[in-house]
């Protein structure tokens, strides 16, 4: 069982920047695919970013690309989104999720989820 644990949320003005953590602990696998959603009031939780733990290969929902930066510390178990440029539309709670499954974009697929942490952005 792994546990995540997100940090880093809070309020910033538009064109603002924020970084996001997420810390795993618990028993991990050697190989796994951790990745950031989001959630708005009255919408569906959509995905933001993912990264391949071993690889670091990462990916990006078009709506955050060149803006946002996922990234990892295996030596601390942590993952990391960096925004920049922030728009208010960015205005989300923010979920760290973890598979062992194949790269994905569905967060039905994911297994493991944080608590969430409220990123608020305003005009």
């Known amino acids: 069982q792994a546990q995540l644990v997100e940090s880093g949320g809070g309020l910033v003005q538009a064109g603002g920047s924020l970084r996001l953590s997420c810390a795993a602990s618990?028993?991990?696998?050697?190989?796994?695919?951790m990745a950031w959603f989001r959630q708005a009031p009255g919408k569906e939780r959509e995905f933001v970013a993912r990264?391949?733990?071993?690889?670091?290969?990462?990916a990006y929902a078009d709506s955050v690309k060149g803006r946002f930066t996922i990234s990892r510390d295996i030596t601390k178990n942590t993952m990391y989104l960096q925004m920049n440029a922030l728009k208010p539309e960015d205005t989300a709670v923010y979920y760290c999720?973890?598979?062992?499954?194949?790269?994905?974009?569905?967060?039905?697929?994911?297994?493991?989820w944080g608590q969430g942490t409220q990123v608020t952005v305003s005009s």
């Open positions: 990264v391949n733990w071993r690889s670091g290969i990462t």
């Open positions: 999720a973890m598979t062992p499954s194949l790269p994905t974009t569905q967060a039905r697929l994911y297994d493991y």
């Open positions: 618990g028993r991990l696998l050697s190989t796994y695919i």
